[in-house]
């Protein structure tokens, strides 16, 4: 019936719920699972620029500006991809203990706007997600 599920996960209690679920179908179906986890790091680089009027004098020079951008920019990004593809390793590991094909996603955008694009551009048969996450929005 299904070949191919979608969980985005995130590590909170029902993003964990939905990949044992997602697990427990993907084994009853022979399906391909296909993990999905989306972090910002467009956001942490939007809100360090909104703070640097706050920085030292001897920061405030635009070459020295450039550079911390540049150290920032890179430590948030491998520190989001490595906490990502902690989450992400979680459902490997449990789907090859399956003997289930995995496929990890890593994503960067607001995550509710991305997982929509990808579900929308993308051949899932079912899509399963906790109701809540880390990032919940009331919108």
Known sequence: MYKHIYVPVDNSEYSNRAMEMALALGEAFGAK???????????HDYRFKQMEY????????EQELERQRKIHDSLITMGLQLISESYLDVMAR???AKGLF?????????????????????NYDLVVMGAVGMGAVRD
């Open 33 to 43: 699972l296909t993990g999905c986890h989306v972090y910002a790091a467009r956001l």
């Open 54 to 61: 706050t920085l030292p004098e001897e920061y405030k020079d």
């Open 94 to 96: 449990k789907a090859a």
């Open 102 to 122: 995995f496929e990890p996603k890593l994503i960067d955008g607001k995550h509710y706007k991305v997982l929509v694009e990808d579900v929308r551009n993308s």
